[in-house]
Nanobody
Framework: QLQLQESGPGLVKPSQTLSLTCTVS??????????WSWIRQPPGKGLEWMGV???????YYSPSLKSRTSISRDTSKNTLYLQMNSLKPEDTAVYYC?????????????WGQGTQVTVSS
């Protein structure tokens, strides 16, 4: 019943900012039982955890991305957001939002279908 869906621009130019949206239906993102992450997968590579936002709005990021990554939410819209600035071609990837139980934060039980982001001029 819980569904996640990513949306945003498929093509971003180098040095510009990426803004993605994850809409959640079938459940509330305000529940303390869940945490919400952004995860990406570059072509030919494995999944890379980017960051997480918790029920209390606290956030944590991958050390390699934290300087240019921001995760936020709009509880009135039941929506999650990802913003990444200074994009590089290496940021080309499929971007996913994913949810996990707070007691098992690294066991991602809920996934969006992913959205392709290509960084190119």
């Amino acid at each position: 019943q819980l569904q996640l869906q990513e949306s945003g621009p498929g093509l971003v130019k180098p040095s510009q900012t990426l803004s993605l949206t994850c809409t959640v239906s079938g459940g509330s993102i305000t529940t303390s039982y869940y945490t919400w992450s952004w995860i990406r997968q570059p072509p030919g590579k494995g999944l890379e955890w980017m960051g997480v936002i918790r029920y209390d709005d606290s956030t944590y990021y991958s050390p390699s991305l934290k300087s240019r990554t921001s995760i936020s939410r709009d509880t009135s819209k039941n929506t999650l957001y990802l913003q990444m600035n200074s994009l590089k071609p290496e940021d080309t990837a499929v971007y996913y939002c994913a949810g996990s139980r707070a007691v098992k934060p690294y066991q991602y039980a809920y996934w969006g279908q992913g959205t392709q982001v290509t960084v190119s001029s």
